[in-house]
């Protein structure tokens, strides 16, 4: 167990610090119940959340709306950046008469059964989790000791606000719920600037001196997504494993540059699920189509081919490009697949060979821009 307080200004008193200390690829579920949350907060959290949603495991999030400062930007950016809608991301707000909700808590469990969390006065803010408010709180982990029961007792407070219907909490489902709740006064239409005037309450007396505060730890900025769910203003490549895909969006994600993997069915491409949903557009658990146009080298374009999404049970998300069928995989190197959105829906795309005059240039521009797992970045 570990006491921390920032009124000692070290970045070990930071929850920033510690959150930064995990293992992304040890993490199988995030829980967070917070009484006030902005989204640049998040960035304390981002390769957690990152880690998550590529690999569709688990977050459960209870968000307080006090006194509407809880802002309807910040809860739909949340509700893109982990991932939803899908199965396991589940988000709602929580808005009370006569008191506030308050609770500030982080709970992680790892793939090797173990739990981490947080339990004190820090909001999931960027003041709360970087250092800067003076903020006082309780760390347990059950690696160090402390009791499992506990954790998963602290586990189970958060999800117990997704058990059903209950007053005051509202599933965020879509976007157009946050809209509602703007509507009915519970969220925020727009962030709220906080006035600190330099005069006491005696008149014109001065005010005592303040005790100046700056942050103890930094971490990624996080900004809303512009088409797509993405966890920063820059594009961002999905994770992969030997079987799957190591892809590059850019800018607004209008183009997908993805490396095919080896295998029987390679023509049956693999996805994550923040690709299929954030880039495609297409729930892979609800067999959703689109249309894929395959284009030759030459730009020509074909019939457009109604093509569906389909989830396995290994938890990859396929599409099937027609355009390669029969044809072999590469005895060295992978082919290359460059997508371009052209409408709702509906994809134009060419898979490059190495023996293609693009390919290189193509690996070259993957590989710098990739930024997955190194052991699984495309080989140079």
């Not at 995030?30 to 880690?51: A, E």
């Not at 707000?93 to 008191?99: D, E, K, Q, R």
């Not at 820059?234 to 295998?263: C, D, M, N, R, V």
């Amino acid at each position: 167990m570990e006491y921390l307080d920032s009124t000692i200004r070290l970045s070990s008193n930071a929850l920033a610090h510690w959150l930064s200390q995990e293992v992304p690829g040890e993490q199988a579920h995030l829980r967070i119940k917070t009484g006030y949350f902005t989204l640049d907060g998040l960035g304390g959290l981002k390769s957690s959340v990152d880690h998550l949603v590529l690999n569709d495991l688990p977050i459960t999030i209870a968000l307080g709306a006090n006194e509407q400062a809880t802002i309807k930007s910040d809860v739909d950016s949340l509700y893109a950046l982990i991932g939803c809608p899908r199965p396991n991301a589940r988000l709602c707000v929580i808005s009370c008469i006569g008191g506030l909700f308050h609770p500030k808590v982080v709970h992680l469990t790892r793939t090797d059964g173990s739990a981490f969390a947080y339990v004190g006065s820090a909001n999931v803010t960027s003041a709360g989790l970087n250092g800067t408010n003076i903020e006082a709180g309780i760390l347990l982990d059950s690696r160090k000791g402390d009791p499992i029961g506990i954790l998963d007792q602290i586990a189970v407070s958060i999800d117990d606000w997704f058990k059903g219907p209950q007053a005051g909490v509202t599933n965020i489902g879509s976007l157009a719920i946050t809209q509602q709740l703007v509507s009915s006064g519970i969220l925020g239409a727009v962030k709220q600037v906080k006035k600190s005037g330099s005069l006491g309450a005696s008149g014109g007396a001065p005010s005592p001196p303040r005790m100046p505060l700056t942050a103890l730890v930094s971490f990624p900025t996080l900004v809303t997504p512009t088409g797509g769910n993405s966890t920063s203003s820059q594009a961002t490549p999905q994770s992969a494993s030997s079987t799957s895909t190591p892809s590059q969006g850019f800018g607004s994600q209008e183009i997908l540059i993805a490396e095919i993997g080896k295998g029987d069915r390679w023509k049956q491409a693999n996805f994550p699920y923040l690709v299929m949903q954030g880039y495609f557009g297409v729930n892979p658990t609800g067999n959703g189509y689109i249309d894929l146009i395959p284009v030759d080298l030459n730009g020509t374009a074909s019939a457009p081919v109604s093509t569906k999404a389909v989830n396995v049970q290994s938890k990859n998300y396929r599409l099937e490009l027609g355009s390669v069928a029969g044809m072999a995989f590469p005895a060295s190197g992978r082919p290359i697949a460059v997508f371009r959105k052209v409408g709702s829906a509906q994809f134009r795309y060419h898979v490059f060979f190495p023996s293609d005059p693009s390919y290189a240039a193509l690996q070259t521009g993957l590989t710098q821009l990739y930024q997955g797992p190194l052991a699984n970045c495309p080989a140079s």
